[in-house]
């Protein structure tokens, strides 16, 4: 697998450094930016090579699942992933029905990385801790099965 660059769109710096310690772990990854806002990410998404965006859900101003929908208008085929706190399966479908391919959860590192990974593959990931509920569809959009 060759280097996949990222996009990190995260308001907490204190959130965005331990996350980047994270991702870094993955010789695999490379994050070439990090915005704090939806709005700056729409700004400077041009000028970057980026095969993912990880968004947070809750941003400033436009908030992340509204940023996927943009991204998805201007770059259908860029994947996204939203990153949450929230454990919600309501913010997991809205985020999906905008065009992320990925939801997952903030407090579970491995699986930020594992969704990352799948998405990156081109298939549809759902952390674990959504993938048994009844507002996010089939069991296709279980975590690690691929999808449309």
């Known amino acids: ?3 996949s660059s990222i996009l990190l769109v995260e308001d907490h710096a204190g959130f965005a450094d331990a ?5 870094n772990t993955d010789k695999n990854l490379t994050v070439v930016a990090v915005v704090e806002s939806a709005e700056k990410a729409l700004e400077q998404i041009s000028d970057l090579k980026v095969d993912l965006v990880l968004s947070d859900v809750s941003l400033p101003q436009m908030n992340g699942i509204n940023l996927v929908g943009e991204l ?4 259908p085929t860029l994947p996204c992933v939203v990153l949450s706190g929230h454990l919600s399966a ?4 809205r985020a999906m029905d905008a065009g992320a391919r990925g939801y997952v959860i903030k407090d579970n590192p491995i699986g930020i990385l594992e969704g990352i990974r799948h998405v990156l593959k081109g298939e549809i ?24």
């Open 19 to 23: 996350l980047l310690r994270v991702l």
């Open 90 to 93: 309501e913010y997991a479908r």
């Open 125 to 148: 990931y759902m952390s674990e801790e959504l993938s048994d509920s009844p507002l996010l569809g089939p069991p296709t959009a279980a975590a690690g099965l691929t999808g449309a």
């Open 72 to 75: 998805h208008k201007k770059y």
């Open 1 to 3: 697998m060759s280097t």
